[in-house]
């Protein structure tokens, strides 16, 4: 049984910061790669940040590379998207997921949470 449950999202101006966190109930936590995703209304969801099991290697889209970040705490069974300078276009449902690898959250082989809300004002 997996449970991903999301949280930090909010209402934001432009060029603001939030910090997007994910709870997973996973007793082998450290053993997936992790992730999160984000869907604007009207648009297939699409891939935001990726981190492997240790925390060592991370991945980015292009449209929020420089200015987020993805980590993990393993013995907290926690993932953290730190998001900054955010623009209008970030604003989407964003959602934690799990993976076998990196590359395979990249590729969206995932399982979900439930999302949370972000809105950017401009």
């Known amino acids: 049984q997996v449970q991903l449950v999301e949280s930090g999202g909010g209402l934001v101006q432009a060029g603001g910061s939030l910090r997007l966190s994910c709870a997973a109930s996973i007793r082998t936590f450290s053993t997936y790669a992790m992730g999160w995703f984000r869907q604007a209304p009207g648009k297939e969801r699409e891939f935001v940040a990726a981190?492997?099991?240790?925390?060592?290697?991370?991945d980015y889209a292009d449209s929020v590379k420089g200015r987020s970040t993805i980590s993990r705490d393993n013995a907290k069974n926690t993932v953290l998207l730190q998001m900054n300078s955010l623009k209008p276009e970030d604003t989407a449902v964003y959602y934690c997921?799990?993976?076998?690898?990196?590359?395979?959250?990249?590729?969206?082989?995932?399982?979900w949470g439930q999302g949370t809300q972000v809105t950017v004002s401009s």
């Open positions: 997921a799990r993976g076998l690898s990196i590359r395979a959250v990249v590729a969206g082989n995932v399982i």
């Open positions: 981190i492997n099991t240790s925390g060592g290697s991370t």
